[in-house]
């Protein structure tokens, strides 16, 4: 009977120390993440500065965690990514961002959006204008197009 108990106690703290002893194993995140403002290089062709302008104006709010943005002639969209609990009152701080920037930024047409669909489309964008793989007219007639698409969803 001591033999049996021995064997157990022993049995248990063996499994125990080397099921305690493992290093858990590294988890490897290959989640890309958008970083958190992006800016137009100088070299490129295609003035981006309002939209510069914009989104230091929109990181400056507490509720917000990420913004896209990107200008034509006379559009600037800017998408914008809340802080989690912020999502709830994503109209109204919507709305606010909108007139700050109105105020702020010296173009005809200001849009700002939480749209998680136009975010992408528009760091898709930034990123053609910084490789420079984007013309002027291209750039506005697919800005125009995701005005359309912004305008359709509400």
């Known amino acids: 009977m001591n033999k049996m108990l021995f064997l157990i106690i022993i049995s248990f703290s063996y499994f125990l120390i080397s099921g305690c002893g493992q290093k858990e194993p590294e988890i490897i995140n290959n989640d890309i993440r958008p970083v958190k403002m992006s800016t137009s290089e100088s070299q490129q062709t295609i003035d981006q500065d309002e ?58 047409n200001v849009e700002v959006t939480t749209d998680h669909k136009i975010f992408i489309e528009l760091e898709k964008l930034e990123e053609k204008i ?20 912004m305008k359709e969803q509400t």
């Open 51 to 108: 939209a510069n302008k914009a989104k230091n104006i929109l990181l400056k709010k507490d509720q917000v965690k990420l913004v896209r943005s990107v200008q034509s002639k006379n559009l600037l969209i800017a998408a914008v990514e809340l802080e989690h609990w912020n999502t709830f009152k994503s109209r109204s701080l919507t709305k606010e961002m909108k007139k700050t920037l109105e105020k702020e930024i010296k173009l005809k």
């Open 130 to 149: 910084i490789k420079q793989d984007i013309s002027k007219k291209k750039l506005d007639k697919e800005l125009q197009q995701i005005n359309k698409l």
